[in-house]
């Protein structure tokens, strides 16, 4: 079964003119300036984990263009009750919902939702798959700060393994040829992570990472996602930190990037994080206009 026509379910089979089409649209999105390509549309946030940024960055952008919200998380709704995923989609297509944003633990979730319910999905990150309205707002942060992809480097850091953020910035970067490090341990960045995009490839060490890198980006380790494996963390700290001493291997012009949440003192020193080429902050900015064009795209609206 095909997905319902405008649903955004990973970067993976996305070519490049669909994904810079993207990009194009979100520059010309403001939102200080409303824009009502989805007036009297009803956007409902699905969100069966928990989420700051992605979350309040749909909620605005669809407000600004005009849109009606309604916020489900899994507390406080019938979902709580064992309603099964489905029979939570037809309930929310019968009350009139024109697009889905879902956030769930499990990998698939938004594309079996979109196969099955005639109203447009958006992926706002399932299980360890993918989270593609991210890696379009890295793309976006990078090409603001950068020329081009062209010649570039881009090391991510961190727990890769149970990144859905890695995972689709490695399909988006690696379809515009650019070269992508993952740095980290064995227990967060198997051998296998090598074969998630072309030009993707594995190291254990930072330096290794970071010599003549652009873009540098943090990830957390993501504890709750652990299950029994045993991290070290001190050991962590010591190899794999952000500090500032660190930073002065890459390019004296890299940026560090973050999806947030971050972990002060974990994968990166305060320094780091509220440092001058830490563009964390901007991520979190560019997500609005970012995601009003994924809203608009949904509806049809993005000419
Ligand atoms: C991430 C996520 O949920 O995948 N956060 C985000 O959406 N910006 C990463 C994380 O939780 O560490």
Do not use: W
């Amino acid at each position: 079964m095909n997905p319902a026509r405008g649903s955004l379910l990973g970067i993976e089979h996305l070519d490049t003119a669909e994904i810079l089409k993207i990009l194009k649209f979100a520059r010309r999105m403001n939102p200080d300036k409303p824009r009502p390509l989805l007036k009297g549309k009803r956007v409902v946030l699905l969100f069966y984990e928990a989420s700051t940024r992605t979350r309040s960055s749909f909620e605005i952008a669809a407000k600004v263009m005009g849109a009606h919200t309604v916020l489900i998380q899994s507390a406080g709704s019938s979902i709580e009750k064992g309603e099964s995923l489905l029979d939570t989609g037809y309930t929310l297509r019968a009350v009139g919902a024109d697009i889905i944003v879902i956030r769930h633990p499990n990998a698939g979730a938004p594309l079996v939702m979109a196969q099955h319910i005639d109203v447009p999905v958006i992926n706002a990150g399932d299980g360890l798959h993918e989270h593609p309205s991210q890696a379009l707002l890295d793309a976006y942060t990078i090409l603001r700060n950068k020329k081009s992809f062209k010649g570039l480097q881009v090391s991510i850091v961190g727990d890769i393994f149970h990144s859905r953020v890695a995972r689709s910035a490695c399909h988006l970067l690696g379809k515009f040829g650019v070269k992508v490090i993952l740095c980290g341990p064995p227990e967060l960045v198997p051998d296998i992570a090598a074969t998630i995009a072309p030009g993707v490839r594995v190291t254990r060490h930072l330096e290794d990472a970071l010599r003549g890198t652009d873009v540098i980006m943090l990830l957390r380790v993501q504890k709750e996602r652990l299950a029994g494996m045993q991290i070290d963390l001190p050991d962590y700290i010591s190899r794999y930190q952000m500090t500032t001493a660190r930073l002065k291997m890459a390019k004296k012009d890299a940026i560090v990037l973050h999806p947030g949440p971050i972990i002060r003192g974990l994968e990166l020193t305060s320094e780091i994080a509220d440092g001058a080429q830490t563009r964390i902050l901007d991520e979190v900015h560019n997500g609005v206009p970012t995601r009003m064009a994924i809203l608009a795209r949904a509806v049809g609206r993005m000419r």
